[in-house]
């Protein structure tokens, strides 16, 4: 970890989709603590004052914005309370289940129910395409923008029974490297961070329930352990810098070493 990064990025403005817990919430605490103003996105107020407060009790300075990033008035509310911005972070998504309840289960594609599909591509990749349109426009008058989006390996190397969020998270990495392609000599950079299996949410609760199941899924990992929240957050930290001015149109994997990077 960079013990000391109190300015890296200090002077820009930043906003996390979907920041209101997990990796969201990791990546905002991280570029707060590197001197970004950030706003905290989510759908549920309660979780964004709650980061909020965490980056203020840490010395950060940080906003709530609650908005749906896959409804476009929803969006351009967003836009209007948060102003330009100099970093944005699609974070938001939603995988399928493959523990606890709720969400797209975790089946062949031949055995999912159509009526699934479009609430996963929505999400993860019309949400991304929403965000980046609305506040793309002031980056490239400005001169000076990074976009950084979080996808997953089960769209960059492919996985059993995660056909459409796999396919809904390769389609935003090939909008990423086109994006990148058009705005590049406008200052804008455009990358991606995909992730393995993150040890948060339902899947921290199974592992905690049956420890075997965790050193089972591990053993698939070189490093020899699942992902922690905080992994991705000094890479987005970084690719979102000036330091990474000449580093766009990349998917850069945060895995453990699960599907290296060619």
């Known amino acids: 970890m960079i013990r000391d ?10 906003l996390i989709t979907g920041s209101g817990a997990g990796i969201g919430r990791a990546i905002s605490m991280h570029m707060a603590r590197a001197g970004a103003e950030v ?17 203020e009790a840490d010395g950060g300075k940080a906003h709530t914005v609650i908005a749906d990033v896959c409804d476009p008035t929803s969006v351009r509310e967003m836009v209007a309370t948060t102003g330009p911005l100099d970093i944005l972070v699609n974070n938001a998504g939603t995988g399928v289940r493959a523990f606890g309840a709720g969400g797209v289960p975790l089946v062949p594609f031949a055995e999912s129910d159509p009526a699934d599909w479009e609430s996963v591509m929505r999400v993860n990749l019309t949400g991304v395409l929403h965000v980046t349109h609305a506040y793309l426009p002031d980056m490239l008058e400005q001169k000076w923008g990074r976009i950084l989006t979080i996808v997953s390996d089960a769209g960059r190397k492919g996985e059993r029974r995660q056909v459409v969020y796999g396919a809904a998270k390769a389609a935003a990495m090939g909008f990423a490297r086109g994006l990148a392609t058009e705005v590049g000599r406008s200052g804008v950079t455009v990358n991606c961070i995909s992730l393995g299996s993150m040890r948060h949410g339902p899947l921290a609760e199974a592992a905690d329930a049956d420890p075997e199941l965790e050193r089972k899924m591990a053993s698939g990992y070189p490093v020899g352990r699942l992902g922690k929240v905080d992994d991705p957050a000094p890479l987005a ?12 149109g990349q998917v850069y994997p945060v895995d453990g070493g699960y599907a290296p990077a060619l």
Do not use: H, K
């Open 39 to 55: 706003w905290i996105n989510d759908v549920d107020q309660g979780r964004a004052d709650s980061v909020v407060a965490e980056i």
């Open 237 to 248: 930290v970084l690719l979102c810098s000036d330091a990474a001015e000449w580093i766009t």
């Open 5 to 14: 990064w109190s300015n890296f990025i200090g002077g820009r403005t930043a």
